[in-house]
Every structure is written in structure tokens, then in C-alpha cells.
């Protein structure tokens, strides 16, 4: 077990995902000491052996967790800290933080796994330096977290980032799109899903001179676009299973590029880059979550 | 002249536009004690005859200037507080915070006329008790300032707005678009301009069973979706000469809903709405952001 300094307390992460809640023990700066996983069950099962794993852990200071959503970021409500309605078995209306703080009797920083991850790049991974950034992970979905003035943005809800409409060019209009809501909205059209039921096979597997790279690449960098023209973030990071797929970024760097056309003022401060963290952004984060909750 | 009460000190505002100055007195809480128009000519002379305007007035505790743009907002930047390359003849590279905080000797704030407009509607106008939101002008361009969590976002350089690209309906491609750096983005589709080339007339002016309406409504419903979508911002503000076109805004309201499908998680506490400090929004922000400076 690594050596923690008497100035920078222990601290609990829970990355909770809709298969499986990564536990932590570690440091603000973003120190693990101690990782665990375990599969998530139901509700009481999972939250229990959870307690359990941290019991069994030197005692913490704070916890911080973050969860898969829907989840409720407003620490006056009264559902603060709460799955909220979710399709997944058993899980809505789970009052996560609440079993926690008391069950573990310390304070609980809250928030959305992509807001988690996005405050973890944003400290200790990516956007290191920026004064905005956004964080988005393109995968099963399409879901993103944005820091400015150096906090997370909530807002109304939370950002969502994979339900903007993209343009299509003018010979793409084949595809009706894979999101039951909107159709043809980002995720519907970038996310894995919907480039497997599009192409029938993932990004990765489809030959590099594919149309599908170039277009999935379009979609993308009309997002990372717009971010920049509407909230002038000055770094885009561009995580999940998607983005693993060789030359994708650089192809959405060079769609950015053109679609800017060299005007906004801030282009020279802006781009789009992967995460540094990795599979662990979001357990950093839930550290900073857990750092911040100290202070409440 | 108004009765100022004594915690409240008279603090001076500027807003600096491209054809006129509005120069003004007034407090932090948005009364305005006194205010006077000057035509915007030379650098100058402009600056001189509104440092003489000031010293003719009880004098200011700090003073705000909300300008036209492009400026430099980093406090720390060496060109902060001046106006940056623009085609404006003899504006480039004027050091206006620098010459009224030498001239009136007082502390400035400084920031873009549609960011002094959202910090007014943020605290005395259409946005108050927002956690966050987005003040948007479309008038002569777009423009835009935000909001999130009680601080204007600069970012890098600062939002534009405009130059987002909407998606355009399948039988709208008749109209290549009138903005000179990226055609058919949302200010080359429904800034003044734009209309007026496009359909011959202002929008006012056209019937209002015209397809321009339904039309314009739509790209910026586009925007509204996309600041509620990707920044999850709880208001969208929608102001300028544009905006005063009979039930334009009810349309935009409609086809931003459609642009949701019910789907956004805070989707019940946003709000599409027209400003409520009307043609002040400027000149109280700038008060506003002299009452900032005092403290920095």
C-alpha cells in the first residue's frame, strides 16, 4: 500500500456504472491507493458491498461518487443525490449519496460520471491550464461535462452534448438515425450503436478509406464547432470507446479546423485532444467530488 | 437627478457601440442618475468628450465599459482592455480601459457590449434566478454572452453565437447564405442581413405567412436547443432588432420544443424569453461591471 502524507487526507471514490462500481481510496491529487470492483446488482446488494469494501479500508475523510444518471445535481432539492427515473431495474429513486454519508458517516461530493471525468481531466489529465473545457465520451452514448470559471457546469439538469443536431451533407441523407428521441441528432449518428446498426460493423473495423470515418469525423467536429463558437471552452477532450479508433481525431481535428475557417478569436487557445487519465478520469474526479464535499 | 443613497456609490458606465456612446450614472442596482449619447467618431476625440462628460458629473466610484469587439478581456493579457483588429478605422489597438482609468482615475471594468447585456439581464432583468443562461442579440450580426454559475464565461476570446451551423430543412438549399467566412451558418441565415438579402425584406415586413418566418425560427430554435443540449443553460434571452418581428418568438419557442422531443432531463425549468432591460441591458451591466472592478 503506497505511503499517504499526513496533509492530504484519505479520501473515498465510487464510480458508479450501470455494470459494474469502480471503489477507491486516495489522495486529491489524485493518488490511488486502493481500487476495487464490483458488479452492480440491485440497489441494496451493490450499495452494501460497497460499505463493506470501504469498511474494510483505513478510514476516509469524504466520499465522492460518479454515477450513472439520470441523477438529481441540485444539492437543495430534496432528491439531491438520487438516481432519479432510469429504464434500469430497481435503481430509480435510489438515494445513493444518502446511504453512503450516513451508512459511512462523512460528507458526499455528487455528481454525473462525465461531469466526474470532466473534473478529473480538467485538474490532473487534459485540460490541465485551461480556463473552460469540455469533456465528451463517445461510446454506447454520447454524454459530456463542461468546466468554466473552473467549476462544473449543472445548469438546468446537466449538459447532455449527444442530442445537438449536426448537418448532414448534402449526400447523406440515407441514414434516418439510431436515437429514439431525435433520430438523426449526434448520438444517433456517431454514438457505437449507431454506427454498427449504420455500417454493421464498429469504426475501428471499417477499412480506413470507409466513408464512415469521414462522416462520423463530420459529426464530431460540428460538435467540438460549436463548443467553441457558443461557449469559447478552450479544449475539447474526446474520450470513449469510439475515439479509440485510429485516425479519428485527427480527422475531427481537421473538420474543426474547416469549420471555423479561421475566424473566432479565441481559435489560436482552442483544440480538440484526448483524455490523459484514461479508464481513470472518472475515479479522479470522484477524489476532487470528495475534496470539494470537505468544505461544504 | 435621482436621490443616491449613501452605501450605494454613483458608479459610471459606458457603452461603447459602433455609431454611438451611451455614457451614464448610476448605481449598482440599475438606476440610472443620469445619461447622455455621443456619436462614435474617432478614437479621440470620442474618448475625450466622454472623459469631459464624466468630469462634468458628481464624481464616480469605478466605471464600466461594456464595448463592441473584438476586445481582449484577460486581465492578465498586455492588450487588455483594448480593441482589437476590426475594420473600424482608427478603433485598432485603442487603449480604452487604459485611457478613462488614467483619465477619471477610477478602477474599470471592461467587457463586450453582449456580455454587459447578460450580466444586466442576469441580475435585473429576464434572467434573475437563473442558475445559468445565455443572452443572444440578432439584429445587424449575432452575438451572444452566457452566464454559468454567476459568472460571465470568457473562455478563449469569448462566445460568439453566431457562426454555429444550423441544419437546414431538405427543401431549404436555395440560399447559399450571406456570411463572408462561413455562408449559411446561423448569422449568415437569420441576422438582419441576411434576411434582407435573402427575401428582399425585413422580416417584419414580410407577411406573416411568409416561409422566411417559419424559416428564421427555426435556425435559432436551433440555438436555443443546442445552449439547453450542450451547456444545459436554464434561459435562453433573445434580443435585438430582429427579435421585435410580431410572433417570432413564439415560433421559436414551438420549434425549439419540436428540436427537444421531451427528452432534455431539465427540460421543465427552461425557458426561451425576450430581454426585459430592453435597451438598457448595455449600459446596467456596465454599471454592473463597475461595481466588479471596485473590488479586483
Redesign the interface.
Known amino acids: 500500500m503506497a505511503t499517504v502524507s499526513t496533509d492530504r487526507p484519505l479520501l473515498g471514490a465510487i464510480e458508479a456504472g450501470g455494470t459494474k462500481f469502480v471503489l477507491a481510496t486516495g489522495t486529491a491529487d489524485g493518488v490511488i491507493v486502493s481500487r476495487h470492483t464490483i458488479p452492480t446488482a440491485d440497489p441494496v446488494s451493490t450499495m452494501a458491498a460497497a460499505s463493506d469494501w470501504f469498511d474494510a479500508q483505513p478510514a476516509i475523510a469524504a466520499l465522492g461518487i460518479a454515477s450513472f444518471?439520470?441523477v438529481e445535481l441540485d444539492r437543495r432539492a430534496p432528491l439531491w443525490g438520487h438516481i432519479?427515473e432510469t429504464p434500469k431495474p430497481g435503481w430509480s429513486n435510489c438515494d445513493l449519496a444518502g446511504h453512503f454519508m450516513s451508512d459511512l458517516g462523512v460528507p458526499v461530493g455528487f455528481d454525473t460520471d462525465v461531469n466526474g471525468a470532466a473534473l478529473g481531466e480538467f485538474h490532473l489529465g487534459a485540460g490541465r491550464g485551461t480556463?473552460?473545457m469540455a469533456y465528451v465520451t463517445v461510446g454506447t452514448g454520447i454524454g459530456?461535462g463542461?468546466i468554466?470559471?473552473g467549476?462544473i457546469?449543472?445548469?438546468?439538469?446537466?449538459?447532455?452534448?449527444?442530442?445537438?443536431?449536426?448537418?448532414?451533407a448534402?449526400d447523406d441523407?440515407e441514414f434516418a438515425g439510431a436515437c429514439p428521441?431525435?433520430g438523426d441528432c449526434l448520438e444517433g449518428l456517431s454514438s457505437g450503436p449507431a454506427i454498427l446498426s449504420r455500417w454493421g460493423k464498429t469504426l475501428s473495423d471499417l477499412p480506413a478509406e470507409h466513408e464512415a470515418h469521414c462522416r462520423v469525423a463530420g459529426y464530431l467536429a460540428?460538435?467540438c464547432?460549436?463548443?467553441?463558437?457558443?461557449?469559447?471552452?478552450?479544449r475539447v477532450i474526446l474520450g470513449g470507446g469510439v475515439m479509440k479508433t485510429p485516425g479519428l481525431l485527427a480527422r475531427i481535428q481537421e473538420a474543426t479546423m474547416n469549420?471555423?475557417?479561421?475566424?473566432?478569436?479565441?481559435?489560436s487557445?482552442?483544440s480538440v485532444v484526448m483524455p490523459k487519465l484514461g479508464e481513470n478520469a472518472g475515479i479522479t474526479g470522484a477524489f476532487l467530488l470528495a475534496e470539494e464535499a470537505r468544505s461544504i
Open positions: 444518471g439520470p432519479l480556463s473552460g459530456g463542461v468554466v470559471n467549476q457546469v449543472h445548469g438546468a439538469g446537466h449538459p447532455e452534448m449527444g442530442h445537438i443536431y449536426p448537418r448532414r448534402a441523407h428521441f431525435h460540428q460538435l464547432h460549436t463548443l467553441f463558437a457558443s461557449l469559447a471552452v478552450e469549420a471555423g475557417a479561421n475566424y473566432l478569436p479565441g481559435r487557445r482552442q
